[in-house]
């Protein structure tokens, strides 16, 4: 299948459970979904159709005016990047887990809840990847409202120098 | 250290030491007597915050940062970088320019490979192969250094294009350098082809099938060995790759053996490429191009081959002169969860070999331990114990 094709089909396929469908860069189809079933729908349909790979899920923080984390899903397919984006609010962020449908997803949604602080549901495994296990509860790098004082004030602790 | 109690089963911790690596990992393994019957991983023992750190430096001083990421592949990073930066800002590279990144982008190719070439041969047990190929990789090391004057981290990059000319002198070191190196890399791939002892340790063995690697997600030279045509240099040619292609190297096999020759094979795929770019036509013109110091809101996706696989970013600008965000996707995240899978069902002497041969670069790892549970004996296993283990159990 080549680029135009590919493209094409992928604009049709997003657009069906998008609320807004744009084909932001001569390669890449970028649509944003209303609601948690929406996103899986979408995900489900570029499963069957067997359109691409996720390659990765990227977390923005829109900042505290806009008050909404956003979540991008981007499946390759060839030299096309379909990304699906989804908002959720900063007081109760959640998206749906994909792991079900796509292992390699774990990975990608276990860092996504531990930089940003976005719940997943339905993860089998929620455990950190990344940030080490005396991280503070509650502190999420990657937000924009991050305070490094949070951090200092955890960690700065006397090394046991006795065992 | 996690320890994990199973009814009549042991969990073995691997890691997480592993210094040459950029994700240095923790292998939590259960085994049953001999067999592991399940793997897991926890990563981020030198997690540095980099995608944090970019959003409060300009786009100038994060190619420094970005170029950090890896030791190893760090031209890619810095490729990547540039490419999306100069897609947000509108701008192209000259083709000269796009040549060179690519010349430096396939030596550093044929540096990686050749690393982990000898790390592979050392976890063998087969260190007279890992002397001689670290011996050859000193030739394309030489090269770099004489190119761009850094064993690592070369900097050639810029944003717009490159730091460096590439003069008749320097081409012609290159070339008789890539003679030798071919000549060498016939010799290893008829060694890891008909080497009996070598061949016990890798075929049939950590066998992924096509199915498993698109389900799993793999990437780059693990995905090709199981028949998946993934390598971004043919698919979405960046840089110079449209102008001096490169065809995909593939087996079907998907074990080790497939992983080793997909690797060797891809060499002769360098040699070529940058044969061509310097004997015929490294195109005329600039070396550099004008970029913006601010730059307007916008994003983009760009992808790329490194050594190991797809490397993946993704940029956002807000019209300052920093980023809005950049997510770095290395391919070492791909293979490692869903080469780890295949661990399971294989003998513990097997791990060692399975896991190299994504390359993840574990030679370093010395904090392996095994911690038997059950009977309240506890025994702490080094890498190199682990890695002695597996050589003694094929001898």
């Known amino acids: ?163 | 250290m996690n320890t994990t109690q199973q009814a009549e089963r042991f969990t073995i911790p691997i890691g997480p030491q592993h210094p040459a690596l950029k994700e240095p990992g923790h292998f939590a393994l259960t085994v049953d007597g001999e067999i592991v019957t399940s793997a897991s991983v926890r990563l981020g023992y030198v997690h540095r915050g980099i995608e944090k750190a970019v959003e409060e430096r300009t786009w100038v001083q994060n190619l420094y940062l970005l170029e950090r990421v890896c030791g190893i592949c760090s031209h890619i990073h810095a490729t990547a970088y540039c490419l999306g930066v100069e897609q947000l800002a509108g701008v192209t590279a000259p083709p000269r320019a796009q040549a060179i990144r690519e010349v430096v982008a396939e030596l550093e190719r044929i540096h990686s490979h050749m690393l982990w070439f000898g790390v592979a041969a050392h976890e063998a047990g087969f260190d007279t192969l890992f002397m001689y190929s670290w011996r050859d990789r000193e030739t394309v090391m030489n090269l770099l250094e004489g190119l761009t004057g850094n064993r690592v981290n070369y900097s050639a990059n810029v944003l717009g294009g490159v730091k460096f000319d590439i003069d008749s002198a320097q081409a012609d070191a290159i070339l008789s350098g890539l003679d030798f190196l071919e000549k060498r890399t016939h010799h290893y791939l008829d060694v890891v082809s008909t080497d009996l002892v070598f061949l016990r340790r890798t075929r049939g063995i950590g066998v992924m099938t096509r199915q498993q690697a698109e389900v799993l997600g793999a990437v780059g030279p693990t995905a090709r060995a199981s028949g998946v045509e993934r390598d971004i240099r043919v698919e979405a040619p960046y840089a110079g790759y449209s102008e001096y292609p490169v065809s995909i190297v593939m087996d079907t096999t998907g074990d080790l053996e497939a992983r080793f020759e997909v690797r060797i094979k891809e060499l002769f795929e360098s040699y070529r490429v940058i044969r061509r770019i310097l004997r015929d036509t490294l195109p005329p013109g600039d070396l550099t191009t004008r970029v913006p110091r601010r730059i307007k809101e916008n994003e983009t996706v760009i992808r790329v081959e490194a050594p190991r696989g797809e490397l993946f970013y993704f940029m956002k600008s807000n019209g300052t002169d920093m980023p809005e965000r950049i997510r770095v996707r290395t391919p070492t995240i791909c293979n490692m969860t869903s080469v780890i899978r295949l661990t399971v069902g294989h003998q513990l002497a097997d791990v060692p070999m399975i896991l190299v041969g994504i390359d993840p670069c574990f030679s370093c790892n010395d904090r392996t331990a095994v911690i038997q549970d059950s009977c309240g004996n506890r025994q702490h296993w080094t890498w190199e114990k682990l890695r002695q283990y597996g050589i003694e159990f094929y001898r």
Request: glycine share 6%.
């Open chain 1, 1 to 163: 299948m080549n680029t135009e094709a590919t493209l094409h089909l992928a604009t049709k396929m997003v657009s069906e459970w998008a609320t807004e469908t744009q084909v932001s860069e001569p390669n890449r189809v970028d649509g944003l979904m209303a609601t948690s079933e929406d996103l899986l729908n979408a995900v489900m349909m570029l499963r069957v159709k067997r359109l691409g790979y996720l390659a990765a899920i990227t977390g923005i923080d829109l900042g505290l005016e806009a008050g909404e984390f956003e979540v991008l899903y981007h499946f390759c397919a060839g030299p096309v990047v379909i990304t699906l984006r989804i908002r959720t609010p900063r007081e109760t962020p959640s998206v749906p887990s994909l792991s079900h449908y796509i292992p390699s997803a774990e990975p990608f949604e276990r860092e996504l809840s531990e930089m940003f602080g976005v719940a997943v549901v339905g993860i089998p495994n929620p455990e950190r990847l990344y940030l080490p296990d005396d991280w503070p509860e509650g502190v999420y790098p990657l937000r924009k409202d991050f305070e490094r004082s949070a951090l200092n004030e955890e960690r700065d602790h006397e090394y046991d120098t006795t065992g």
